[in-house]
């Protein structure tokens, strides 16, 4: 077992509960924000840019039922693997059938609040390692592992034991980050949050408000823009969604507080701004979001690349935006999509073609659960 800790957070950080703040939910509701004409988003787009006509239509429910379902990983073959957050299980979910098969629990995983099992990606050598990466609060930090999935075992035992790849992540109940991610380059990204302490943000010696770039055995990665730290942006809130476009450009999707959740584009070392900026600024210092929400709006955790445009699901927000790009600007106004249809949306991830997956996020103790809940979801978009 190897692991990587920096010597700042070798002590967990304890949760400083932000004022006004409802962490996956955004911000605190109307918290003296300002306000634009129906709440709308605003981006980097010309006012001249022609509106994008997009499209979504959910084809079917591939499964329901799902309890608190959180990451999301497609297998070789087409099968479907998604987290648990408060169960700290993976099942496995034929997309032909809605057949789901348990494989077992991630042992360690201490879930609080808005921690538990969060973020999985598959190995880039899966097909000869059968190892799944998988992010999650334990009793004393976030941290990163791989379990080894062994499809032969009886269900119920097919994971074996975790290996940790990398700890000492700021742990809260609120801000915990979670998505993880394999990048073009084969390194492992990850987002995480500042466990609702914000000082952490500006700090580069912490791991929590940043996007960590890691080897796949949780050294810091060749190339990374601070010497011999894991740390490849910083100035983040809560990172809950990664993505990259086809030239390999790496976008994030962001929490803000009271008034503005962010979609940027990452530069390596660049500085988001958190806590002294929130959505735009003048500060030079700070890089600003290529498209903004007010929190009511978005609440944002996954998102997904498809043909030109970036997927944004929303948890409060309670809808999906797609946000066409030219380069890392948006090259036209979001869209919403599916405003208050499915409730909470967590996760969403290319399906090929036109097609994506989506997971619904309403027993996760802030929706309002309907029969059936929660779903993964096929659409077709455009």
Not at 184 to 211: C, F, H, N, V
Not at 317 to 335: D, N, Y
Request: proline share 8%; hydrophobic share 35%.
């Amino acid at each position: 077992m190897r692991s990587r800790i920096l010597p700042a957070v070798l002590a967990t950080t304890a949760l400083l509960l932000v004022a006004g703040c409802s962490g996956d939910g955004g911000g605190a509701v109307d918290g003296g924000r300002s306000t634009t004409p129906g709440g709308v988003a605003t981006d980097t787009a010309s006012p001249s840019a022609p509106a994008a006509k997009g499209s979504v239509k959910v084809l079917r429910t591939v499964a329901d039922g799902l309890h608190t379902p959180w990451g999301l990983a497609p297998l070789p073959g087409g099968d479907l693997l998604v987290s648990s957050r408060d169960d700290a299980t993976l099942t496995r979910i034929d997309p032909k059938t809605g057949k789901k098969t348990g494989l077992g629990r991630i042992s360690g995983v201490s879930p609080d609040g808005e921690g538990g099992l969060l973020g999985i990606a598959l190995s880039p050598d899966f097909a000869s390692d059968h190892m799944v990466y998988a992010y999650f609060t334990s009793a004393s930090d976030n941290r990163i592992v791989r379990v080894r999935y062994d499809e032969n075992k009886p269900s119920g035992e097919q994971l074996g034991a975790p290996d940790t790849v990398f700890k000492g992540i700021p742990k809260g109940r609120i801000h915990n980050g979670g998505r993880i991610a394999f990048g073009p380059d084969g390194m492992l990204y990850a987002g995480t949050g500042e466990s609702g302490s914000g000082d952490l943000a500006q700090k580069r010696t912490s791991l929590g408000g940043k996007i960590l770039r890691l080897s796949p055995e949780g050294d810091p990665a060749p190339g990374n823009p601070f010497p011999h730290s894991p740390v490849y942006s910083y100035g983040h809130r809560n990172v809950q969604g990664l993505a990259w476009d086809s030239q390999q450009r790496l976008f994030a999707s962001e929490f803000g507080q009271d008034t503005w959740d962010e979609l940027n584009a990452i530069a390596p070392g660049g500085n988001y701004g958190w806590p002294d900026a929130e959505g735009r600024s003048g500060d030079k210092r700070f890089t600003s979001p290529l498209a903004q929400w007010h929190t009511d709006q978005a609440s944002p955790s996954g998102i997904a690349y498809a043909d030109g445009v970036i997927w944004m699901a929303g948890l409060r927000g309670e809808r999906l935006w797609r946000v066409p790009l030219r380069g890392t600007a948006a090259s036209a106004p979001p869209q919403a999509f599916l405003d208050g249809t499915y409730g909470r949306l967590r996760t969403v991830v290319p399906a090929g073609g036109d097609r994506l997956w989506l997971l619904t996020s309403n027993t996760d103790g802030r929706g309002d659960p309907k029969k059936g809940d929660d779903r993964l979801l096929e659409l077709r978009v455009s």
